[in-house]
T-cell receptor, first 115, second 114 residues
């Protein structure tokens, strides 16, 4: 069963902000929200992750709703090089308090940035 | 520079042959993973290892085998028992396999079996 739901595709104009939504209504208390992206024929690239609070780094911002059932990845000034498949996934801690770090990747959102 | 190296980038084999894909990391990460990606699909976990000399099956382990004799190396063997071996294979690592630990990926090996 998919744990996250993302739109299949999105478009964004170069220089504008790209806002990528993700629904994770069954998220549990110890699950982190991760975002990765994959450019064709390359390995996925880590972007950002968070638990409860909003996070920002040099690549993007992550906004997590208060109930944690959804989140949004924001690329503040999209460029043509940001065209990629973006994956929203959950990383969990098992009941034993340790994590095997297993992340399940779905099909993601194809973001196309156009001039 | 620290990172994950997968080799070769492209690999061709005849049906019925076993083939081993290499994955080496110099990030000093404890956990390593193998994923498979088919065209237009997401990643599926084959095997993972949290520590040297230990590994666990992922979602699609049938027809694959791994070893973890050294911290920096996690080779994957695609055996002749794997029904559809042609795919893009990705290796990844993380610190300790904790939930607060991003995965670092290699650039993959594209295996074609004919």
């Amino acid at each position: 069963d998919a744990k996250t739901t993302q739109p299949t595709s999105m478009d964004c104009a170069e220089g504008r902000a790209a806002n990528l939504p993700c629904n994770h209504s069954t998220i549990s208390g110890n699950e982190y929200v991760y975002w990765y992206r994959q450019i064709h024929s390359q390995g996925p690239q880590y972007i950002i992750h968070g638990l409860k609070n909003n996070e920002t780094n040099e690549m993007a911002s992550l906004i997590i709703t208060e109930d944690r059932k959804s989140s949004t990845l924001i690329l503040p000034h999209a460029t043509l090089r940001d065209t990629a498949v973006y994956y929203c996934i959950l990383g969990s801690i098992n009941a034993g308090g340790t994590s095997y770090g297993k992340l399940t990747f779905g099909q993601g959102t194809i973001l196309t940035v156009h001039p | 520079d620290g990172g994950i190296t997968q080799s070769p980038k492209y690999l061709f084999r005849k049906e019925g042959q076993n083939v081993t894909l290499s994955c080496e990391q110099n990030l000093n990460h404890d956990a390593m993973y193998w994923y498979r990606q088919d065209p237009g699909q997401g990643l599926r976990l084959i095997y993972y290892s949290q520590i040297v000399n230990d590994f666990q099956k992922g979602d699609i382990a049938e027809g694959y085998s791994v070893s973890r004799e050294k911290k920096e190396s996690f080779p994957l063997t695609v055996t002749s028992a794997q029904k559809n071996p042609t795919a893009f294979y990705l290796c990844a690592s993380s610190i300790g396999g904790y939930a607060d630990s991003p995965l670092h990926f290699g650039n993959g090996t594209r295996l074609t079996v004919t």
